[in-house]
């Protein structure tokens, strides 16, 4: 009885609403409930007055004119008129201003960036349109030279400042997933968007992008709509990951919205699944999926990684490596991808000790929160120091609180601009019914605040799903130091009474015994020792029956317990490594003018750590003898594992440096002698002079953090930079 | 013509052969044709012999027992008889030795010793069968965290050994291909194995696998069987991989072969398909497949590529990532698996300039080599430098050979016996028509020669496959530094004439015409002006036609050409990290007595670039003091990205020795007291003393091969183990 309506509240709260649930852990769009702006609505209903004056006041005319009235006073009229329209198109272009944002031009600008960055990232070969000499495939792209070695130096800062720093227990499990296991993680049955179909193509569209951009649009260019339609479509966009099949259908036909390219009627939305579906081996008897997030691997691995760790907890278990998600149109470029990079974390605690050895190292760590009630509200991010949150119960426990600080370390180290970066709390309607809680890193580009990585607080959930499917217990064990007296009740039903009582309804009587909570068991006891006899519904025969006391016997007993048998509650960072990496193109992007002021260049201003080449090595003249010096110092470089560049072309010194500030390489060797060079540093132009026996290992400190270049500035000679650039 | 028939015989030499040329490609195993052991030979023949004899001497005894003979006259002959069985069964034991080969205890030693590795491998989490929990799936494995750390060592050691080495311009594709890149590979056609099916449970087999296993296990296990059976047997063996769909069902129906399960009869073979397929986005109208190896999304992006590389030749692309490959039934544990992870490297050079600028560091190499040569004579592979390889014309090119010994400095550095690594080159049959030359890295294991790293000049064919089927030219240019003066062939068909002739033949006329090679025409010139007509063959017409000579101008015109386009030929290491890493546990394992002598004590011997762990620390005793510089050390070592294990448990120090040996932890730091710590290294077990300052430096210095342990040990005091170890 309580096994079956636990079984129905669970299956009740996955609707469609659950599809939120996953997708969320998959980085997807948040879409946060924005309140009207007071400003706007009031221009709203000042442009709906001025409209009806308008009417009234061209009525008047018309009646005047019908009238015969007299020229003066019609001029009067029309006047009066003209005023009206002149006061009507001020508002709209205050209007137009206020839907566009803080934007206006905003948008303008921000899109005009956006190109900027990414006709730079292509012509620079950082990524590239997939099999492109094909027409390429929506949603897949390449990393080209310099954006995969980008990619490999996150990657590699990030196995040393989690794995390494956390002696976490890396992993690297298949891609190819049976269909079991993504059964028992929810994703077979739910992993899906809602689809709509042109009904004559059959070109297929997601239906909340459609209805998403129907509102959008009719906010930004339908200035007539009243201040109410307003408010209706600014609602849709703030719960439509909450509509329902009907609901979402329902609009789509009340806003009579069509295919967007071929202006056809639309079939009603229906789910899609996002996985790539497979077939392993040759009988086509076993389906198969690419999986959908790295972190199952880890899960099904549990009991092994535990015991790996010496059956201890807390311990927390990576993974690096592809994932897969079959958009149904892809948008918004390197953002929104059928393929991609995750590196998730799984830390196993113990659910009663939620407490981080650690957490002292973040405590003091302030910056930009977002938390439900704030957003609740209306109000902004604010920046709360991280101790303060979690004491104020506003972070769910250290652990999670720990992982938020380091998550916000290791962004900013890789080069995202602080001020550009929050730490957004999911709203209760966007979290799975059993989180405890859940953070999303959301980084500020030229799409918005894009969420880039989940740290959530998934509690027992998963390895649950896995214990129940597979059979295999996934818990840990607390001994105690000495056995501990725990009182339990014990429900004893007699079954040979029962049997004579109910026959072949025993069974079902039994069932519904064992299943009562400590309350109604206690209440049954009394009202068995007064009266000897009490009614009972038995759910699964619909009807009561009347229990004696003979036939149950209820006690509470002391037991000795040795160990506490548990599972563990799990919390996951999980980064999307691909939308970090294009969040921190677009923060380190900037231009300056050249030399001659006659054009813009572009710089890439990657941190070293990240840099795709660490440095350049330039002979000032063409010329062998400072050649071979060049070579001379690469092999050093190589040697001492630095990515470089060798030009020995004659360009001038000035565009090799653009060149290559266009690649964010940060240093630059250049050689004028055969026994001191100079480095430039990219941002700030300043070189200084070294000997040729130092450069590489200068190059090698600044490069991998063991210096700045502040402490290189202030301990050589400067050099200066006129005559060359 | 002359392209029908290019067609023609193409897709002739393409047939079930090509199927081993690509999948010999993506490293499957290779067979070579070992000729039968004379020794062998006699015993088969002396035992048919001796069994005759038997028959013949029994058929005596049964005539003098029917003849009434007497009794010792019957005696005597018995005699004889048991005489002719001892020797029978003398020879049989001898054969039965020769044919497990030098094996025979060998075979046993070997699984033995396999098992010993795997059950240490498993046990200790460098491997797990992937999804376990659900009874896992053939031919998918995890890395757990030691076989992650040690792949993840492996491949940033390629990426110094190669990527950076070389300046490669490294990139990462999707897994997920369209059908249109795969089709244009070969992939979608040619990319098969043979299977059969029981024809009543369904269940799949490869069939050369079915018949494989039949021909070893007579060759092993029958002793009946004649000289010439044996002969036979052997000669499918090695023509295995050349056997057509047809022989090879010929040969399953020939012996009687039936499903090894269930005996069942089995179907003929059909091709399979090995790729895992799927469809992108929701329509189903575009199939894609899980790519089969890297080196497809390196090709398509060459054009770009190349643009990068500021147009010059020659240059290198390499990538890592995944591949997947669906085989019809996984064996073989790590190194036959369905989703592996491929290191390769494109090297794109002008086909008319094969020479490599760096080919002097490898020229006097000298290593192992297998020729095709010594193969087909039956002679095993020798010692010979490879500037001699070279030069004598057996490697084909100079690039080839560097490629060849770097893949050897590769290996070896990693800790693979050079003893039993081998370079073995592809015999004519097992070639693509279209490769120059082809070798394969082989290193031995417990199941034989496994093919680990294939290098092969595959011309300029996946190129030019992908220019004809994209439309988009992937081609090189050399710019000459003056014009140069060519003589080109033109033929120039007269269509009208042709057209008055031939009428709607025309065309095909027209295209066999301009399809003639230079000597076709220059014949036919010759012909017209001496004869004034000529019989031609048409092939699409499949007649002779007249060609008369105002019917076509053929002519030898000079041209001035300012620059050479050509399609730049491809060398392509390819590299199975996987198999290369199962390989490396294989050869780094070995045990030791423990100290009391009363077990054997594990140890990989890996050497510390691969080394999972690099260190340990441990407080000699548990004490508050000794546990606080532990963590010292710790914090260092982390800063210095040297990944380590703190060990406070209270366990002795040798079972601690012993259990991180296991993991090939190669340096361990005890603290003994709170100035000087010792550092011991694993192998020599030897141990030196140094202060706590510098123990995390140390490390640090013999862990990235900046010192080796012999320039640590003759810098430092030594200590002594007696006490500890």
């Known amino acids: 009885m309580r096994i079956f309506s636990a079984f129905i509240s669970s299956s009740a709260s996955f609707g469609h609403r659950s599809l939120s649930r996953l997708s969320l852990r998959l980085l997807s769009f948040s879409r946060i409930a924005i309140p009207m702006d007071a400003a706007e609505e009031s221009l709203r209903r000042a442009l709906a007055e001025k409209q009806s004056a308008i009417e009234t006041q061209g009525n008047a005319v018309r009646s005047l004119k019908a009238a015969k009235a007299a020229k003066p006073e019609i001029d009067a009229a029309i006047d009066v008129l003209n005023g009206i329209k002149l006061e009507k198109s001020s508002i709209e272009k205050q209007l137009e201003a206020a839907v566009s944002g803080n934007a206006g031009d905003g948008v303008l600008s921000r899109e005009a960036f956006r190109q900027a960055v990414v006709n730079t990232l292509e012509r620079r070969l950082f990524y590239i349109p997939s099999f492109k000499i094909y027409r390429g495939v929506a949603g897949l792209y390449d990393y080209g030279p310099p954006g995969c070695a980008v990619k490999a130096n996150v990657l590699a800062f990030w196995r040393q400042h989690f794995v390494l720093e956390e002696n976490m227990l890396e992993v690297d499990c298949p891609c190819v997933t049976p269909e079991v296991v993504l059964k028992a993680s929810g994703h077979v049955d739910k992993f899906t968007d809602l689809m709509v179909k042109d009904e004559k193509t059959g070109t297929c569209y997601r239906a909340d992008h459609l209805l998403k951009d129907f509102c959008n649009e009719k906010l930004e260019k339908d200035l007539s709509i009243s201040a109410e339609k307003a408010a209706e479509l600014k609602h849709v966009l703030a719960v439509l990951d909450d509509l329902s099949v009907e609901e979402l259908g329902g609009k789509i036909k009340e806003y009579g919205i069509t295919a967007p390219d071929s202006k056809n009627p639309l079939s009603d939305p229906y789910p899609f699944n996002l996985m790539f579906q497979t077939s392993i081996g040759p009988s086509g008897l076993s389906p198969g999926y690419m999986r959908p997030e790295t972190a199952q ?429």
Chains 1, 2 share one sequence.
């Open 297 to 725: 691997g880890i899960f099904v691995n549990f009991k092994d990684l535990y015991y790996y760790n010496g059956n201890k907890l807390p311990f927390a278990a990576a993974q690096i490596g592809q994932a897969f998600r079959n958009e149904i149109s892809p948008r918004q470029g390197l953002l929104r991808v059928r393929e991609f990079t995750l590196a998730e974390i799984e830390h196993f605690v113990d659910p009663e000790d939620k407490s981080h050895p650690k957490y002292s190292d973040v405590v003091n760590l302030e910056f930009l929160m977002f938390p439900r009630e704030e957003q609740m509200n209306g109000q902004s991010a604010k920046r709360i120091p991280l101790g303060e949150a979690v004491s104020r119960g506003i972070v769910n426990n250290q652990t999670l609180g720990y992982f938020i600080g380091r998550v916000y370390l290791f962004l900013t180290c890789l080069g995202i601009d602080k001020e550009r970066l929050r730490f957004r709390q999911h709203l209760a309607n966007e979290m799975a019914h059993y989180a405890a809680d859940c953070w999303d890193a959301e980084i500020e580009c030229s799409y918005g605040w894009i969420e880039c990585v989940g740290i959530a607080d998934r509690s027992a959930y998963d390895l649950r799903a896995h214990s129940e499917k597979s059979g295999v217990p996934l818990v840990a064990q607390e001994k105690f130091s000495q056995p501990k007296e725990v009182e339990k009740l014990v429900i004893a039903p007699v079954k040979k009474e029962l049997g004579l009582a109910f026959k072949g309804n025993q069974k079902n009587v039994v069932e519904a015994l064992e299943a009562m909570n400590e309350k109604e068991a206690l209440d049954m006891k009394a009202a068995l020792e007064s009266k000897g006899e009490v009614e009972f519904y038995v759910c699964t025969l619909g009807k009561n029956v009347s229990i004696k006391k003979n036939m149950v016997a209820i006690s509470k007993e002391k037991k000795k317990e040795h160990q506490r048998v548990f599972t563990p509650s799990v919390i996951e960072p999980s980064f999307g490594i691909g939308r970090i990496i294009y969040c921190l193109f677009e923060h380190s992007f900037y231009t300056r003018p050249s030399k001659a002021g006659d054009e813009q260049l572009n710089v890439f201003g990657f941190p070293p750590v990240v840099a795709p080449i660490k440095c350049t090595v330039f002979p000032l003249v063409q010329n062998q003898q400072y050649e071979e010096v060049a070579k001379v110092i690469s092999k050093s470089l190589t040697a001492a594992g630095i990515s470089h560049k060798i030009d020995i072309t004659g360009t001038s010194i000035g565009k090799r440096y653009a060149r290559t500030d266009e690649l964010g390489v940060p240093f630059a060797i250049t050689v004028d002698s055969t026994s001191s060079v100079t480095i430039r540093e990219r941002d700030s132009k300043d070189q200084i002079r070294v000997s040729v026996e130092e450069a590489a290992s200068i190059v090698n400190a600044v490069s991998d953090g063991q210096m700045t270049w502040e402490d290189v500035w202030s301990n050589f000679p400067h050099h200066s930079s006129a005559s060359t650039e």
